[in-house]
């Protein structure tokens, strides 16, 4: 499983990087950055960030 993020929907909000930090993180221009890969030890954090994102914006795809 990959993370996706919808880029045409994410507005920056960041939330996801507050739940799941390991994946997700603002830049210095406030911009998204994340990683589509991540450890299964992870995964409840991951779905953490999709449960928050205010956008529905992040999705796991196979
Ligand atoms: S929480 Fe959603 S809208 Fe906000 S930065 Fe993350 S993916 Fe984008």
Redesign the pocket.
Known sequence: MKIF??RV?????????I?APTN?E?DSDGE?Q?QESFDEENIDDIED?ID???????TLKS
């Open positions: 993020v919808d929907k994410c507005q920056n909000h960041g939330q996801c990087a739940s997700f603002l998204l994340y960030a928050s994102c205010p956008l529905q914006a992040i």
